[in-house]
């Protein structure tokens, strides 16, 4: 996407090299900007600098390579000095979760500091991690707190103001997103920042929103909140399927062909996990509760994700009566397939309880199990990191998909039934044709979609009805 604006391209600093900030920087970089990207983990910046990615993200390794080669990217573990090259600056940094579900915005802080003590002209600062809405009133109260006297006052090059720009990459397809977004949200207050802004958004061809800085905030939190709550709709409904014997996944298609609802974020499982929709929905609760309003639709969202995990290791149980000593496979371990990303992870999860109930794993994830070692060790007999899906199923009584990885979808069930003790599949992806896995001489067990179980019995009034 050459672009004959090459000349006017605002300088662009990325404060932070995550899964938000890398993807960024980089997209920038392709697109003919010239960036100044920065993180504090030094060890981060050494291996992006020697070109090599510090997380699995489709493309993006061949991306860096290209970026390098440009020469328009610069990379540095000094935020002083990314503050002071860049007029745009993207803050990308980490905003986790406190064990009261609220953001930790201690990073946020940190970089509004820096560069309320590095400005050296016009600085348009916006938010691109995810943030409580209002936030952007703090970063400013703090910067102007923070700025060095001589930087502000009666001096107009030291200017600055915020924007929020959320971003809504999905790991797994974030340079597919950031390429090709749905939709760009951009709030901004001056015309000065917003043609700023525009330029910088040139090239895209999608919507472009332009809303207050509040109103941007809150947009990302709504939209993954929202997103939440559609998964767990469909997860409270599987609980109903499997009550009265219906299928979920054709459920999701009925409900989904109906443009109103789009059959997208309809699919049942272990529940969703991940960097983003946990701890963007505990926020957005925690935000919502401060201002003393009732939340509780979110908070049965949370509930109903968190119930997945007890659901499936009820099915482990009741597949295989004890589960005390069996040899379980577990395939996935990954938050969702097409990311080495375990943060939040349902799987993890299922795994710690199957262990607690005294299980031994076979595991195999095609990108997530090197990460996933440094939190559960492997441990002989117990807990085993398999570098196949063949070895992972060796003798074992039953296999837990967890991970809705695209390899799993084509399993050889042939050859798993002849390396298992015993032909069980707990699908909790529902990944698997239930009619084809049982024809193949296993026990099918989905998440909403086991017509031949058990039914629930009415209750004696719904009975009376
Ligand atoms: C999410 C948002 O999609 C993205 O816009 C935002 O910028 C960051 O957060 P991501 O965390 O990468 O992206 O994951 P996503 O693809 O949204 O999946 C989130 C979780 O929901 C995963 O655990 C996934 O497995 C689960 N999920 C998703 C379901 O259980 N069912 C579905 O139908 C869709």
Known sequence: MSDPHAA????????????VGLPTALGFVELGFEVTGCDDDTSKVAMIRAGQTPFYEPGLDALLKRALASGR????????????????????????????????LGQVEAIARTIARNLNG???????????????????????????????????????????????????????????????????????????????????????????????????????????????????????????????TEVAKGMGLDPRIGREFLNAGVGFGGYCFP?????????????????????????????????IVKKVRRALWVVQGKKLCVLGLAFKGGTDDIRESPALNVITDLLKEGACLQVHDPQAMEACQK???AQPGRLEYCSSVDEAARGAEALLILTDWEEYRRLDLKRLKELMESPIIIDGRN???????RSAGFEYVGMGRDAGAKRRPATAESAAQ
């Open 122 to 248: 016009y600085k348009l600062v916006v938010e691109k991690s995810t943030v409580p809405a209002v936030t952007a009133q703090w970063i400013s109260k703090t910067m102007a707190r923070f700025a060095k006297p001589s930087n502000i006052s009666g001096n107009p090059a030291a200017e600055f103001e915020l924007a929020s720009n959320p971003e809504f990459l999905q790991e797994g397809k974030a340079l597919e997103n950031f390429f090709n977004p749905d939709r760009i949200i951009i709030g901004v207050e001056s015309e000065r920042g917003r043609a700023l802004l525009e330029q910088v958004y040139r090239p895209f061809k999608c919507p472009i929103l332009f809303t207050t800085v509040c109103t941007a905030e809150l947009t990302k939190h709504a939209a993954n909140a929202f997103l939440s709550t559609k998964i767990s709709f469909i997860n409270m409904v599987a609980e109903i399927c499997e009550a009265v014997g219906a299928d979920v």
């Open 431 to 437: 990944l698997l044709d239930p009619e084809s896995v």
């Open 8 to 19: 006017e391209k605002p300088k662009l600093s990325v404060l932070g090299l995550g899964h």
């Open 279 to 311: 701890k963007d929905l505990r926020a957005f609760i925690h935000l919502a509760h401060e201002r003393g309003l009732d939340c509780g639709l979110l908070c049965e969202v949370d509930k109903i994700n968190r119930r997945r995990v007890e659901i």
């Open 73 to 104: 990217l610069t990379v540095t573990e000094s935020v002083e000095q990314a503050v002071r090259t860049g007029t745009v600056l993207f803050v990308c940094v980490g905003t986790p979760q406190k064990e009261n579900g609220e953001a930790d």
């Open 375 to 377: 939190e559960h060790p």
